[in-house]
């Protein structure tokens, strides 16, 4: 008997995972690039600090927690999203001023499984934390828009939006309290509910979002300062040369964003993953999970997303050099050793193996080449072959290593 991964969940094997792999690399390789420092958080916290950051009126807290009473008697909750487990850990540490934060890993969220929409999900995710600057926002969008490029993804539009800081959010309430209190009888009955604890969330709401088309925009109601601060941004997007659409709809899903929202859309992808990623500015995040005021900007992009949106895209060679021992195993295993010690990625099946069966190894893990080591040959010369067209020349181990990194 064997058993299926629970539903909404995958198990990821080569060759899929070798897309995975590389995904990972360019983004450890990009946030570091940006100055952005590696954080790692529980995958589990206190339901308390998703509940307060996210908003009890958000389907997210409301429908989709995977939570649990321990042991103890405590609430726990697997994370559905990583910035509230980010912005307490930074409080928790005690820390004060600008923090540039790249995590990542599996999120959880009670959904209705289908492609690219799972109940346990990637995020790569990074957060500037400590400052109000239009700047940051630019930034942060900017290096979400760079990793798609650098994956290969072509096409990314960022939707952009501003829902104002607490002062605009709060007469913006107002005028859609007012503007939804006639049209309560025709919303649904979660809706109903929303109205009266965030009228902001029945905008994303499912049902009734798609209905409400002429509801008042959040992007109209801006006090002076949150539309300074959206234009500040929108000129640095045009300087640093993003393109991005205007969409006073964008609202996202979590309670937490103040100012500044966006997400990264692919408009040819089905809607249920056409969303690749998105994020914002949560200025009052910190003093939601009992801090000072830390103002931040930040977004998370959904990798079995990517995944899907990069289809069956000719991968790259996942090994350099395929060994195929033809003769004397100590000299091949040496020639292993220094080629991994040059960098390469190297290797080959263990003994005992027919050189029929190490060839045919070397085309399923889809090497670059393959190397055959023979009998001790007096002048250390070896034979390497390149897989792709079957070229093939006799050099000495130092040769092979240049030849393939070249
Ligand atoms: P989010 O929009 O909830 O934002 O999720 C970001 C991305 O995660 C989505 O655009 C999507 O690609 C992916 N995603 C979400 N749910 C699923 C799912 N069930 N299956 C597969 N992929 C999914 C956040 O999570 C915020 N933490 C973003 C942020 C960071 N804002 C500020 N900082």
Known sequence: MTFRPPKGTDDILPPESLRWRRLLQIWDDITARYGYELVMTPIFENTEVFARAIGEATEVVQKQMFTWEDKGGRSMTMRPESTAAVVRAYLNAGRRGIFKGAHSGPMFRYEQPQAGRRRQFFQVSAEYLGTDSPEADVEVIELGHRYYSEVGIDGVEVQLNSIGDSESRAAYRQVLAEYLEPKRAELCEDCQKRMDQNPLRVLDCKVDGPKLTNAPAPVDHLNTESAEHFDAVKAGMERAGIGYID???????????????????????????????????YDGLAEQLGGPTVPAVGFSLGLDRIVLALGDADEEPALDVFVVVAGDRTNALGAMRLLRQRGLRVDSLPAPASVKAQFKA??????????VVGEGLADGAMT???????????????EVAAWVTS
């Not at 899903?253 to 500015?281: C, I, N, W």
């Not at 070397?362 to 190397?371: H, S």
């Not at 390149?386 to 130092?398: F, I, K, N, V």
């Open 384 to 398: 390497v072959r390149r897989l792709s067209d079957g070229h093939e020349e006799t050099m000495t181990l130092e």
């Open 247 to 281: 969409d006073p709809r964008l609202v996202r899903g979590l309670d937490y964003y103040t100012k500044t929202v966006f997400e990264y859309t692919v408009p040819t992808y089905d809607a249920a993953q056409s969303s690749l990623g998105g994020g914002g500015r």
């Open 362 to 371: 070397a085309d399923r893990r889809n090497a670059a080449a393959v190397l």
